[in-house]
């Protein structure tokens, strides 16, 4: 950032909490800005700690891969520590996701999970005895339909559409946990079938979304927004960003839980729907 030739300081927060620009200009500028938080740590007053002191790695518990060769590996043995951090680097081209991806993962997974992809040419793997489970997190789409969301893929939506099922109204009226479900008909609005908008075709041009003019993008029916857990309806909820529903949700542990987790880890901002 010091040597860039201009600089633009976006925020304050994140989400519906940022969209301003705090501060631009040169470094320099930027520095002197008191109201810029980049400027904080650029100028040393506010920093990020590096610990004195690591935890020491035991060496005696590693995978170790010999002699990996797909593409461009040329024979490499590398030892992985476990329950520590690791980092693998260098230039593009190098070798990086062939090793990772390509060799150790797929190989990891093929005896630990009985997957059956073919891993990159290698010798030997040593360690699996140490490990009992691989997980690849990449950059595909979380979701698996364009419906999914933070709600859904967590599993939190379960939760929260049981919750409002359990309400006085709900039952009275009859309403199952399905109800609260944008993505089958019953309680979701037909007109958007639970999208919250509408897709217009423009032949040659780009599509355009516009709200759904019967629900107003609110995915649900009139009678099922008539159900409310305190003082709330499904779709309020929804609308909710993690931190607001983590205090909401407060006395729901299967719910405040994850919440506070995604929360700790800088979600706070993104909202459920």
């Known amino acids: 950032m010091r040597h860039a030739d201009h600089l633009v300081d976006i925020g304050p927060g994140a989400g519906k909490h940022g969209g301003e620009i705090i501060a631009e200009g040169t470094p320099e500028e930027v520095i002197s800005n008191p109201k810029s938080l ?17 935890r020491p790695i035991n060496r005696k518990k590693h995978i170790l891969i010999r002699n990996a060769q797909e593409n461009n590996l040329k024979g490499v043995t590398v030892e992985f520590p476990l329950k520590v951090f690791t980092c693998v680097t260098g230039v593009s081209g190098s070798g990086k996701s062939t090793l990772i991806e390509d060799t150790l993962y797929k190989a990891l997974a093929n005896k630990l999970h009985r997957a059956l992809d073919v891993p990159g040419r290698h010798g030997e793997i040593l360690g699996i005895e140490n490990i009992d489970k691989v997980i690849m997190i990449d950059q595909s789409p979380i979701g698996r339909t364009p419906r999914s969301n ?22 009275l009226r009859g309403y199952g946990p399905g109800r609260f479900s944008f993505n089958v008909s019953g309680g979701r609005c037909d007109n958007c079938s639970g999208e919250g908008y509408l897709k217009i075709e423009m032949q040659f041009m780009p599509d355009v979304y516009l709200p759904c003019d019967v629900c107003n993008g609110k995915r649900y029916n009139s009678e099922t927004l008539q159900v409310k857990y305190k003082g709330k309806n499904i779709s309020e909820v929804l609308a909710m960003t993690v931190s607001e529903a983590k205090d909401f949700f407060a006395s729901f542990p299967k719910i405040h839980a994850p919440l506070a987790v995604l929360e700790d880890v800088g979600l706070g901002y993104i909202e459920l729907g």
């Open 38 to 54: 980049t400027g904080k740590y650029l100028r040393g007053e506010m920093g990020i700690d590096i610990p004195k002191s690591r």
């Open 150 to 171: 933070p709600a859904t893929y967590t599993g939190l939506f379960t939760h929260i559409r049981e919750l409002f099922a359990s309400t006085k109204d709900a039952k």
